[in-house]
């Protein structure tokens, strides 16, 4: 009997438990119904009755543009130097010639017109290559011919002709922010695509001596050996950069990965779609960016921008207005923080366009419009200086009230600087000098750098000297 009333105490406290966790579960479903169905509405997929995030969806769409490359070619490498003992036999051919070998090579590109076949990849993919394949997500494998390149942002544009081809749409790089999450998709190491994920960690990274031109985005989604060329899309699946660098002591990823910035390709691609090859705007300054001590040289209250040293006769920015002195700090209404940010965006941009430019002038904000120049000469770079003006034979000028430099001694600190004779000083920093004591009076106490205004063939100049 005890026995018996405790299995009936036992099946009804079990029957009302039971329907105490229904009810619970219940009212638990409402809850998170009402309170979580606002957030998760957008999330396609369930997981037991429940909204997950997920990427899947927006890959689907996405991961259908990008392509692998695997490439045939033959390129010059050094050939090693004979013996002595041996030249009877080789015959000596001269040192270190070059000689052809054949080679190898896996890459990845991003379909950016579906109807015309374009796709975009690196040209350090496809530089040299006897022939081209390209090999779609759906196992489609197809021959790509090369339309043109730019070394000196690598990039490349092919073309394929296939049908029911996938496009990916381009975001605007311009507005990216560091924090951005960032999805990277290519091809690494041969093994078919794969997709990695992360953030935008920096923005404008250059001055890493990877391209000519650098203006890269910086991303911690994994790349590796065989991404390059591939995508860098954001959650939209919209294409924000063309991966292309990595930094790792191995040659693996170490969450450290570079893209060009979609806006940057497709100025680029623009032009080698009409010319054939990159017609490279100029502007026709040489500067240095901004840091602590020009801004406080120069008595500017701005820590960034592209300080300009000289303009080049003629130029664009001559004719634009710009002087030496001036600071750019936006292009286009879009900041820019360095100077060489705005080699880069002024590099991409084609010849014959017209750019907005905002400078800072003796404290003021103006807007010059430029037209770019075509680019027929080597790059005009700033030259380095990192000592102060001295061992230089200097004259005043009373008529003009400047210093006009006389002689400049060879392998002096003066001819390091960049200085010539027959330059005219007419200022340091901010400040007028008329004589050579005002110069020695105004050097007295001044540590650190300084912009010596300098007038050479009747144009106007900055050089920098500490």
């Known amino acids: 009997m ?6 009936s105490q036992r099946a009804k406290s079990s029957k009302y438990s039971k329907l105490s966790i229904i009810i619970s579960a219940a009212l ?9 169905a606002p957030v998760l509405a957008n999330w396609p997929a369930q997981v037991d009755g429940q909204m997950m995030p997920s990427l899947a969806p927006m890959l689907e769409h996405a991961t259908p543009a990008v392509v692998s490359i695997s490439v045939i070619g033959t390129h010059k490498v050094a050939q090693q130097n004979v013996p002595d003992a041996f030249k009877f036999f080789f015959g000596n051919k001269g040192e270190n010639q070059l000689q052809q070998q054949p080679f190898r090579g896996l890459g990845s590109g991003v379909i950016i017109d579906s109807d015309k076949g374009y796709i975009v990849t690196n040209n350090h993919v496809v530089e040299n290559a006897d022939k081209i394949m390209i090999t779609l997500k759906d196992g ?32 605007d790089s311009d507005e990216l922010r560091v924090g951005d999450f960032a999805v990277a998709i290519g091809s690494p190491f041969g093994l078919g695509q794969t997709v990695t994920s992360g953030i935008v960690s920096a923005l ?10 650098e203006d890269f985005i910086q991303t911690d989604a994994a790349i590796n050996s065989g991404n390059s060329g591939g995508a860098l ?38 032009q080698i779609i009409e010319f054939g090859e990159v017609h490279r705007g100029i502007l026709g300054v040489s500067g240095r960016s901004v840091n602590s001590e020009i801004a406080k040289a120069m008595e500017l209250n701005i820590s960034q921008g592209g300080f300009i040293e000289q303009v080049m006769p003629d130029s664009a920015a001559d004719e634009a207005g710009i002087k030496a002195g001036d600071v750019i700090v936006a292009m286009n209404g879009k900041a820019i923080k360095s100077f060489l ?12 366009k017209k750019v907005n430019l905002t400078v800072i002038r003796d404290g003021d904000k103006k807007t010059f419009t430029v037209k770019l120049k075509q680019d027929q000469s080597a790059d005009i770079s700033a030259a380095s200086i990192h000592r102060m003006l001295e061992g230089t034979l200097l004259e005043n000028d009373t008529k003009n009230q400047a210093i006009i430099i006389e002689q400049v001694a060879q392998g002096s600190p003066a001819e390091m600087a960049g200085l010539k004779a027959g330059d005219i000083i007419t200022g340091v920093n901010r400040s007028r000098i008329k004589d050579i004591a005002q110069l020695r009076d105004y050097l007295k106490d001044k540590t650190g750098v300084l912009a010596l205004n300098i007038v050479r063939d009747n144009h106007a100049q900055y050089i920098m000297i500490r």
């Open 2 to 7: 005890k026995n018996s009333s405790k299995l």
């Open 341 to 352: 940010e705005l080699r880069a965006k002024i590099g991409s941009i084609g010849a014959n």
């Open 140 to 171: 489609r494998q197809i021959e790509a011919k090369k339309l043109g390149s730019d070394a000196k942002t690598d990039i490349a544009l092919l073309q394929i002709d296939a049908e029911n081809l996938s496009e990916i749409k381009l975001a």
């Open 28 to 36: 638990l479903s409402s809850t998170l119904a009402l309170s979580s």
């Open 233 to 270: 899309v954001n959650l939209r699946g919209e294409l924000i950069g063309i991966n292309t660098a990595i930094i790792g002591p191995s040659g693996g990823n170490v969450g450290i990965g570079f893209a060009i910035p979609s806006n940057m390709m497709h100025n680029l691609v623009t």
């Open 204 to 213: 404008g990274r250059s001055n890493l001596n990877i391209e000519h031109y």
